[in-house]
T-cell receptor, first 115, second 110 residues
């Protein structure tokens, strides 16, 4: 199983809502990532978890809150988002946190629309 | 952090060979060069990775000269389904971030 599964595939939420994005992998990878991607732009790194601990936060606003309950799961909790937060949110995993020298596997993403 | 530079876009026709070059002038000694492919509304997909000289797999070839300051992704006999954005990643900082550059938008025409 070389899949990274993200749910939901699409999400529409209001600015006062609280929602969560989920990501799951069963490849035994110990590094997991959240990316945000706007249209026609490259993926932009948000968070990196290494061995279930947050190792990188790319100065992401606190309305985005990551969580890694176990080595297979990664969540992104959303609260009080703005319309400009609408984007494709991608989860990825790799064998360890030496991300550039190994293959990273990406999920299909969650298309988020904030209204 | 090694910055990569690629052409913004390229056009090709079905059946042609496409070569996309990436420059990574300050790549570190122990860093690899990795290429990813991304289709619209999908996550990037690993294509190929190399350290030096030439690497080939069932999808592509990667050519890296001795100075490793650039690399060329070669896609043989492209088809319409190869229309995608191709990202070159080279190097990392001490935090081991996987950072994407601007990418090359390849359009394959019939």
């Amino acid at each position: 199983d070389t899949e990274v599964t993200q749910t939901p595939k699409h999400l529409v939420m209001g600015m006062t809502n609280k929602k969560s994005l989920k990501c799951e992998q069963h490849m035994g990878h110990r590094a997991m990532y959240w990316y945000k991607q706007k249209a026609k732009k490259p993926p932009e790194l948000m968070f990196v978890y290494s061995y279930e601990k947050l190792s990188i936060n790319e100065s992401v606003p606190s309305r985005f809150s990551p969580e890694c309950p176990n080595s297979s799961l990664l969540n992104l909790h959303l609260h009080a988002l703005q319309p400009e937060d609408s984007a494709l949110y991608l989860c990825a995993s790799s064998q360890d946190n030496v991300a550039v020298n190994t293959e990273a596997f990406f999920g299909q993403g969650t298309r988020l629309t904030v209204v | 952090l090694a910055k990569t530079t690629q052409p913004i876009s390229m056009d090709s026709y079905e059946g042609q060979e496409v070569n996309i070059t990436c420059s990574h002038n300050n790549i570190a000694t122990n860093d690899y060069i990795t290429w990813y492919q991304q289709f619209p509304s999908q996550g990037p997909r690993f294509i190929i990775q190399g350290y030096k000289t030439k690497v080939t797999n069932e999808v592509a070839s990667l050519f890296i000269p001795a100075d490793r300051k650039s690399s060329t992704l070669s896609l043989p006999r492209v088809s319409l389904s190869d229309t995608a954005v191709y990202y070159c990643l080279g190097g990392m900082d001490s935090s081991y971030k996987l950072i994407f550059g601007s990418g090359t938008r390849l359009l394959v025409r019939p």
